[in-house]
């Protein structure tokens, strides 16, 4: 009998043909010490994320009771997102260099202390620079994570970890955006509540990660490559990112400057988390049995009616909430919908340059969305927020329309799998992608 290093090592194999996309090819069942580490992982990573989802509301409202100002306070959102463009790398680099658990540590502990440091330091320019430090190790704790998780997946559970992972990053914003209520933001219990939190993301990793697994990183393809091979979804995850980095950035700030309540706040931005959670997998599905690029018009259109309508709704109101929650349910699986097109362009070997790349992409977009909603609030009205959000995803709309004169979609049965593409993952994230059926 042929030597299976996966029941020599004590995993279950059983057969489930077709499960890993591939053909034949046995379902491996993680070992229980495995399952256990997944587990702890993602346990850190809800705990990372709601941190996230704190803070973030609690700034946008503390940052307009402070009068920061429009345009000063989407630069100071914006310093997020630029953070997070460099964390990568610099993460990339730190974790061959040290190792992953002291990396994690050093950056859970750099992004506890730059959360509490924004109630000592209330001011623009300290909290760009601390925004754009927080954003630097949350990219570098994202890498270290998801470099852990590839390790652990195989071809068949590749697709279900990337879900689940999906799941407990919008899970763990929402709930972190709903602590809001928790606390004034005018005070500093919520900043040392956010500060906690990151801080205790350090005990299920710490314990639970005692091995480092290399770390894989994909070379992104070249610009020129990606406009080439697969335009339409370099598009739409450049115009999403800008979309989505101003949703994240400023729908705390727009609702604050609009006399919404604490509670209205928390409602108003996570209605967008919630829908992202229920579509998501609805509008995959969709996407695997059509033309994907017709399920990516009718989703870009629908984000963009569900933005404009708010203009004729009260915001906060129960009708808004309903609008926020369908304008999630889209924009969020519109980058997966990005993702997914752009791997049914490419070859198997390419996708996770590719896929690297679109994050890189995604991000620019997400520093340009809230500096340009901040201007354009500033200078018009703050409903020019959702003008951006329309903006955006009209302009995917309409190019969708023009490809469709320019060339055919490929056949469905062509079509690689929907994988949910959790928000604001880095280009390691782009190795838990399920490979095309072709070659």
Not at 59 to 88: H, N, P
Not at 324 to 341: I, K
Request: contains cysteine; positive net charge.
């Amino acid at each position: 009998m042929a030597y299976d290093p996966a029941v020599a090592s004590g995993a279950v194999v059983r057969p489930e043909p077709g499960d890993d996309g591939l053909a034949g090819g046995p379902w491996i069942e993680p070992r229980g010490d495995h399952l256990g580490a997944v587990r702890s992982l993602l346990a850190g990573v809800v705990l990372v994320m709601a941190c996230n989802g704190l803070l973030r509301v609690a700034l946008g409202v503390r940052a307009e009771s402070e009068d920061f100002g429009l345009v000063v306070t989407g630069v100071v959102m914006a310093g997020y997102f630029l953070g997070f463009l460099f964390g990568t790398k610099a993460a990339e680099h730190f974790i061959s260099t040290v190792g992953h658990i002291r990396v994690f540590g050093a950056l859970a502990a750099m992004g506890s202390t730059s959360s509490i440091l924004h109630v000592i330091w209330v001011h623009p320019v300290s909290w760009t620079l601390l925004r754009f430090a927080y954003g630097l190790c949350l990219a570098g704790i994202l890498v270290t994570v998801e470099s852990w998780l590839n390790d652990m997946a195989t071809n068949a559970t590749r697709g279900r970890m990337l879900s689940r992972y999906m799941i407990v990053t919008m899970g763990g914003m929402g709930a972190g955006q709903l602590m809001l209520n928790l606390a004034d933001p005018g005070g500093v219990r919520l900043f040392v509540l956010s500060s906690a939190l990151i801080s205790l993301a350090l005990v299920p990793v710490s314990l639970s990660a005692s091995t480092a697994p290399p770390l894989v990183v994909p070379e992104p393809i070249s610009l020129r490559a990606l406009v080439r091979l697969a335009p339409l979804g370099l598009l739409t995850g450049f115009w999403v990112g800008v979309s989505q980095g101003c949703l994240m950035g400023l729908g705390a700030f727009f609702a604050a400057t609009e006399g919404l309540s604490n509670t209205r706040i928390s409602l108003f931005v996570v209605s967008s988390i919630a829908g992202s959670v229920v579509f998501q997998w609805l509008l995959g599905s969709a996407s695997d049995r059509g033309p994907r690029r017709y399920v990516i018009l009718v989703v870009a259109v629908t984000a963009a009616g569900s933005a404009g309508l708010h203009l004729l709704v009260e915001p906060g109101s129960p009708l808004s909430l309903l609008l926020m929650f369908v304008h999630g349910g889209s924009t969020y699986p519109l980058y997966s919908l990005a993702v997914a097109t752009t791997a049914d362009s490419v070859s198997a070997a390419q996708l996770t340059g590719a896929s690297a790349s679109l994050v890189r992409v995604s991000g620019v977009g997400a520093v340009i969305g809230p500096t340009l909603g901040g201007a354009l609030m500033a200078a018009i009205a703050p409903w020019a927020y959702f003008a951006v959000l329309v903006g955006a995803h009209l302009v995917i709309a309409l190019y969708v329309v023009f490809r469709m004169f320019v060339k055919p979609p490929p056949p469905v049965e062509d079509q690689g799998r929907f994988d949910p593409w959790p928000v604001r993952a880095s280009a390691v994230a782009a190795n838990l992608l399920r490979r095309p059926r072709r070659g």
